[in-house]
Every structure is written in structure tokens, then in C-alpha cells.
């Protein structure tokens, strides 16, 4: 087992990222390299509405209209434009994920090159001594922090939209405007083409969500598959970083998950209430203090470790004979000890309900689920019914 080192990302280092990452969303022309422009047609608005919010920003200098031109992003111009005259709080919770994103991406990008012989590299190169033989490292590093950024950029803004999220699903194609020249080129690439997504599909603010939370997906996996075959990026994947503010934690090209429990709906039963078979009542109480044993710190379970029990058991038995009713005691017990440790516990229940007649969406319905399971930051207990 890898051992990493938790260090935290400091909030003051986030927030001196916080103007960089509002100018990236203000504007800037970027002539894409990679991606492909597509021909945006204009928002139909009803009659009486503006085609602008009402209240514009009133720094001098600031282009606050919606841009025409091919490479010209203006994220925040595109996500006001959606709006009848005033953002509404779906649209400022896209819009302060974002920044926030950029900022954290920037910080670690920033971190990462403390640790590593770019920092040194990068005050040579502005100084104008860096030495013909290190050109090559110094390619690859700044490569390296492209990834870093790109990848903390698209796992932090993930992160902070998950709780804003619903059912509505966006398919989006691959990322094609990923530039690991350096950090800014590469930010500005990715955040050219979510431009372009965001005009594409999202219609309405449950798009607009799901859109951006998408996009953030697609592009981690772009960047994690990247990041295999790249060259010095130990600095970031021997290492992890946590942001205390948002609980967030960023650990090498993997995704963070929202240690949240989702709303439990379900009728709980107390253990004196199950009766008949107490060979399994009692094998599934012990079950729930087992579970109750993994360590948050070091992501595992001892007795899973030590060969205590197995991750997956089957239930078998005829329609009522008390199935369902031994899960309502785990999944009660569970709730309980939680509540009591201040652990988040999530429920989960995969059933034929969730198999679509379309065969993507069925897809897409199981990848949500196994990423739910799969989460190391909750104590989760998953019911599939046959």
C-alpha cells in the first residue's frame, strides 16, 4: 500500500488565485489549436426580455457584451445570458464553482511546482539564464503542472457541483482543446471548449449543472489517461492536499468524491423486530459493526484486510420471507451508529427500475451507481434487487 503524505492547500493561497481566476472567466481570446468551433445560434428570447442582464459590471475597461467572435470566451457572459435580467442561484452556484476551481487549480499547480525543480527553472527562464540542457526537464515540468492544473481544475469544480446537481444528464463528446504547454495556455484551451458546451446544451439551469459537471468528468479522464505515459508528475501523485474549507481532497489524477449521505427514506426495523431465521438476523448485525470499522484515514477496513468478510453477500429466499426486512435493520443500524460517530452513510438501491429502454441511458444509470458505491469517503451499504 502506497503511503501519501496530507498536506493542506491554504485557503490564502486559494483566495490570491481568486482575481487570475475571475479575469479567465471575464474573457480572453483563445484561437483553438485542437478543438473545432461550432456555429453557436443566438438564444430565442421571449418578447419583452433583454437580451442582456439589466445590471452590468461598471469596471472601467470591462466588456461585459456577449461575444460574436469565433475564439473569444466569455464564460460569465454566457452563463448571465441564460438569465431574464438577474442570475438566479443555480447560475451563481455554476459561476462561483468555477472560480473557485480555477483558483484551486492555480494553488496546486503552484504547490506542486514548489516541490518540484520548477520553480527554480521558471525564475531562470524570466531571468534569461536557463542553461540549453535543462530546456528539455523544463518542457516536461511545465507539461506536468498542465496536467496538475487541468486535473485540479476539472476534480475541484466537480466537487463543489455535485450537491447542485439532479437527474438531468448531458452526454458530451472528448475533450479535444487539452494544451500542456503551460499552465494558462492550457486552462484557457479547456475553458474555450466548456464555452462551447455550455452554448451547445445548456437550455435551461438543470442542463446548465449537468453540462458543466459533465464536461469536468470527461475532461478528468482525458487527463488522467494523459498523465500516465507523462513524465515528472511524482511531485503530485506521491503527495495529496486538502482543502478544509470545502472538505475536498486532492490525491494524484483521481477523482475526489462528495462525502455527503444521500436522504434515507426507507422504513428502518429495530433488531426486535426481525424474527424467524437469527442465524441471519445475527450475521447481519455483526455485518453492520464490521462495517462500522473502516478507517477514513487510511481508506480501508481491517477486517476486510485481514480476511474478516467479503465486500458482496447474497441474500436468497422466496417473496417474503424477510429479505428486505433484514436490509431495513442494517441499513437502520448503520444510520444510527453514524449518527453517532459523525460518519456520513449512504444508502443505495439498484433495481430493474433504473434499466432503461435506451441502452446508453441504462449505461449511464450504472456508471452513476458503481461511482457511488466505489466512494472511500462514506460508509455505504448497496442493496442490487434481482
Given at each position: 500500500m502506497t503511503t501519501r503524505d496530507t498536506m493542506e492547500l491554504?485557503?490564502?493561497?486559494?483566495?490570491?488565485?481568486?482575481?487570475?481566476?475571475l479575469n479567465l472567466m471575464t474573457g480572453f481570446d483563445h484561437a483553438p489549436r485542437l478543438g473545432k468551433a461550432v456555429e453557436i445560434a443566438p438564444t430565442e428570447r421571449s418578447s419583452g426580455i433583454g437580451t442582456r442582464p439589466r445590471f452590468r459590471s461598471t469596471t472601467p475597461g470591462l466588456v461585459t457584451r456577449p461575444t460574436t467572435r469565433p475564439g473569444g470566451v466569455?464564460?460569465?457572459?454566457?452563463i448571465e445570458g441564460q438569465s431574464d435580467g438577474l442570475l438566479s442561484p443555480v447560475q451563481s452556484a455554476v459561476l462561483n464553482a468555477l472560480r473557485r476551481g480555477l483558483a484551486i487549480s492555480l494553488a496546486m499547480a503552484e504547490s506542486c511546482a514548489a516541490l518540484s525543480p520548477l520553480g527554480e527553472l521558471k525564475k531562470a527562464n524570466l531571468e534569461g539564464r536557463l542553461p540549453e540542457t535543462k530546456r528539455s526537464e523544463f518542457s516536461e515540468l511545465l507539461a506536468a503542472e498542465a496536467l496538475v492544473a487541468l486535473h485540479s481544475f476539472a476534480n475541484a469544480t466537480a466537487f463543489l457541483l455535485a450537491p447542485h446537481l439532479g437527474s438531468t444528464t448531458v452526454e458530451l463528446g472528448e475533450v479535444d482543446e487539452v494544451l500542456t504547454d503551460n499552465t494558462p495556455l492550457a486552462l484557457q484551451g479547456v475553458l474555450w471548449e466548456l464555452d462551447q458546451d455550455i452554448a451547445q446544451h445548456a437550455t435551461d439551469e438543470p442542463r446548465l449543472t449537468a453540462t458543466v459537471a459533465a464536461f469536468c468528468e470527461v475532461l478528468m479522464e482525458k487527463?488522467?489517461?494523459?498523465?500516465?505515459?507523462?513524465?515528472?508528475?511524482d511531485a503530485f501523485t506521491q503527495n495529496s492536499w486538502k482543502v478544509e474549507a470545502d472538505g475536498l481532497t486532492l490525491s494524484g489524477f483521481k477523482p475526489a468524491r462528495v462525502a455527503k449521505g444521500g436522504q434515507i427514506t426507507m422504513q428502518f426495523k429495530k433488531p426486535h423486530e426481525v424474527v424467524g431465521n437469527h442465524i441471519a438476523k445475527y450475521q447481519s448485525m455483526k455485518l453492520a459493526k464490521m462495517l462500522m470499522a473502516y478507517d477514513f484515514d487510511r481508506k480501508l477496513n481491517p477486517f476486510a484486510e485481514l480476511g474478516g468478510f467479503i465486500f458482496t453477500f447474497m441474500g436468497d429466499g422466496k417473496p417474503g420471507t424477510g429479505k428486505t426486512t433484514l436490509i431495513q435493520m442494517m441499513?437502520?443500524?448503520l444510520n444510527d451508529y453514524c449518527q453517532v460517530a459523525g460518519y456520513p452513510f449512504r444508502y443505495q438501491n439498484f433495481s430493474i427500475d433504473q434499466i432503461d429502454s435506451y441502452q446508453g441511458k441504462s449505461g449511464q444509470n450504472a456508471k452513476a451507481f458503481i461511482d457511488t458505491v466505489i466512494d472511500p469517503t462514506v460508509i455505504g451499504l448497496v442493496c442490487l434487487n434481482r
Amino acid at each position: 500500500m502506497t503511503t501519501r503524505d496530507t498536506m493542506e492547500l491554504k485557503e490564502e493561497a486559494i483566495r490570491s488565485q481568486y482575481e487570475a481566476a475571475l479575469n479567465l472567466m471575464t474573457g480572453f481570446d483563445h484561437a483553438p489549436r485542437l478543438g473545432k468551433a461550432v456555429e453557436i445560434a443566438p438564444t430565442e428570447r421571449s418578447s419583452g426580455i433583454g437580451t442582456r442582464p439589466r445590471f452590468r459590471s461598471t469596471t472601467p475597461g470591462l466588456v461585459t457584451r456577449p461575444t460574436t467572435r469565433p475564439g473569444g470566451v466569455r464564460l460569465i457572459d454566457r452563463i448571465e445570458g441564460q438569465s431574464d435580467g438577474l442570475l438566479s442561484p443555480v447560475q451563481s452556484a455554476v459561476l462561483n464553482a468555477l472560480r473557485r476551481g480555477l483558483a484551486i487549480s492555480l494553488a496546486m499547480a503552484e504547490s506542486c511546482a514548489a516541490l518540484s525543480p520548477l520553480g527554480e527553472l521558471k525564475k531562470a527562464n524570466l531571468e534569461g539564464r536557463l542553461p540549453e540542457t535543462k530546456r528539455s526537464e523544463f518542457s516536461e515540468l511545465l507539461a506536468a503542472e498542465a496536467l496538475v492544473a487541468l486535473h485540479s481544475f476539472a476534480n475541484a469544480t466537480a466537487f463543489l457541483l455535485a450537491p447542485h446537481l439532479g437527474s438531468t444528464t448531458v452526454e458530451l463528446g472528448e475533450v479535444d482543446e487539452v494544451l500542456t504547454d503551460n499552465t494558462p495556455l492550457a486552462l484557457q484551451g479547456v475553458l474555450w471548449e466548456l464555452d462551447q458546451d455550455i452554448a451547445q446544451h445548456a437550455t435551461d439551469e438543470p442542463r446548465l449543472t449537468a453540462t458543466v459537471a459533465a464536461f469536468c468528468e470527461v475532461l478528468m479522464e482525458k487527463v488522467a489517461l494523459r498523465a500516465q505515459t507523462a513524465p515528472r508528475t511524482d511531485a503530485f501523485t506521491q503527495n495529496s492536499w486538502k482543502v478544509e474549507a470545502d472538505g475536498l481532497t486532492l490525491s494524484g489524477f483521481k477523482p475526489a468524491r462528495v462525502a455527503k449521505g444521500g436522504q434515507i427514506t426507507m422504513q428502518f426495523k429495530k433488531p426486535h423486530e426481525v424474527v424467524g431465521n437469527h442465524i441471519a438476523k445475527y450475521q447481519s448485525m455483526k455485518l453492520a459493526k464490521m462495517l462500522m470499522a473502516y478507517d477514513f484515514d487510511r481508506k480501508l477496513n481491517p477486517f476486510a484486510e485481514l480476511g474478516g468478510f467479503i465486500f458482496t453477500f447474497m441474500g436468497d429466499g422466496k417473496p417474503g420471507t424477510g429479505k428486505t426486512t433484514l436490509i431495513q435493520m442494517m441499513a437502520g443500524l448503520l444510520n444510527d451508529y453514524c449518527q453517532v460517530a459523525g460518519y456520513p452513510f449512504r444508502y443505495q438501491n439498484f433495481s430493474i427500475d433504473q434499466i432503461d429502454s435506451y441502452q446508453g441511458k441504462s449505461g449511464q444509470n450504472a456508471k452513476a451507481f458503481i461511482d457511488t458505491v466505489i466512494d472511500p469517503t462514506v460508509i455505504g451499504l448497496v442493496c442490487l434487487n434481482r
